[in-house]
T-cell receptor
Framework: DQQVKQNSPSLSVQEGRISILNCDYTNSMFDYFLWYKKYPAEGPTFLISISSIKDKNEDGRFTVFLNKSAKHLSLHIVPSQPGDSAVYFCAASPNNAGNMLTFGGGTRLMVKP | ETGVTQTPRHLVMGMTNKKSLKCEQHLGHNAMYWYKQSAKKPLELMFVYNFKEQTENNSVPSRFSPECPNSSHLFLHLHTLQPEDSALYLC?????????????FGSGTRLTVV
């Protein structure tokens, strides 16, 4: 049973527009939520994170929103650039499990010039 | 070198072979991990080592045998694998209480079992 789900396997967006990637989770014990970005033939790289005490965290073009009541988080990329084309994974961990991250299945984002 | 380095990048092995994957980190982290990424599946946690001690074995078959001789090195010994074990094997490291910091991943070893 997947505790972290990314229901959209792929997303295509025009350059300059907003990309919205979604993630749902089932474990109410999750306290930390992270997004990773993965290019082909490379390992995932950390992008942005948020703790459960916040509902929004922003870093440049990237903003993560957390809706705890809905057990839903989203990553917004504005404006989208062709270099953002990659697979995006959301991940979560409980506060009492230190370093145990559970990952979603990933969403492939394609930004068209 | 910095970051997390995995070798080899690609490996093709027969079902009767024995091979090892190597991971090395120079970030001063005290936790290391093996993940498996199969096609169209989420990243699956295999093993966790905190302070060189194995703290998690996520029901991994015994044909995969991890070894962590020190906090900077992690190995995955492979023997009598099956074709369905073909996947990308990712190593990662972090501080034990990583919180919002997350992991640092290596580039992975693409394993093909023939």
């Amino acid at each position: 049973d997947q505790q972290v789900k990314q229901n959209s396997p792929s997303l295509s967006v025009q350059e300059g527009r907003i990309s919205i990637l979604n993630c749902d989770y089932t474990n109410s014990m999750f306290d930390y939520f992270l997004w990773y970005k993965k290019y082909p033939a490379e390992g995932p790289t950390f992008l942005i994170s948020i703790s459960s005490i916040k509902d929004k965290n922003e870093d440049g073009r990237f903003t993560v929103f957390l809706n705890k009541s809905a057990k839903h988080l989203s990553l917004h990329i504005v404006p989208s650039q062709p270099g953002d084309s990659a697979v995006y994974f959301c991940a979560a961990s409980p506060n009492n499990a230190g370093n145990m991250l559970t990952f979603g299945g990933g969403t492939r984002l394609m930004v068209k010039p | 070198e910095t970051g997390v380095t995995q070798t080899p990048r690609h490996l093709v092995m027969g079902m009767t072979n024995k091979k090892s994957l190597k991971c090395e980190q120079h970030l001063g982290h005290n936790a290391m991990y093996w993940y498996k990424q199969s096609a169209k599946k989420p990243l699956e946690l295999m093993f966790v080592y905190n302070f060189k001690e194995q703290t998690e074995n996520n029901s991994v078959p015994s044909r995969f045998s991890p070894e962590c001789p020190n906090s900077s090195h992690l190995f995955l010994h492979l023997h009598t694998l099956q074709p369905e074990d073909s996947a990308l094997y990712l190593c990662a490291s972090s501080q034990v209480f990583t919180g919002l910091g997350g992991y640092t991943f290596g580039s992975g070893t693409r394993l093909t079992v023939v």
